[in-house]
């Protein structure tokens, strides 16, 4: 039997459920020691979380959504049992690659602090303006 067949090898929810992790830290800013710190493990173990290469407990599980702020349910949100695979595994979805990049993170949180609607639509056209004038590029 092959090691990535055995019962305790990570399988696709594991991998799913280490994505929500990276990405919910990413969103609060939470550095990778700061997470392990919380959960008394090394950071080390974080990113094995994270990458789906070591399973996570329930009681680990739990553990997580405290330090993350969020229901244990949130790690398993978009997840589809009949593929396997979940929203982050859409390549073409621009969103969950957006959010997946540091400066994804940074710039959503930036454009939430700012206050006035009318700037963040102003923010946005520019946006717009600077991915358009690439693409004539191209």
Known sequence: MNSKDSPRSPNDIDRHVGIRVRLRRRVIGLSQQALADSLGVTFQQVQKYENGVNRIGAGRLYQLSQALQVPVSYF??????????????????????????????????????????????????????????TDDEA
Request: charge should be negative; proline fraction near 3%; glycine fraction near 8%.
């Open 76 to 133: 398993y949100e978009d997840f589809d049992p009949e593929t396997g695979t979940g929203a982050e595994d859409d390549g073409e979805d621009a969103v969950v690659t957006f959010i997946r990049s540091r400066d994804g993170v940074q710039l959503a949180q930036a454009l939430n602090r700012i206050g006035d609607p009318k700037v963040r639509r102003h923010l946005l056209q520019l946006a717009n303006t600077l991915a358009a004038d």
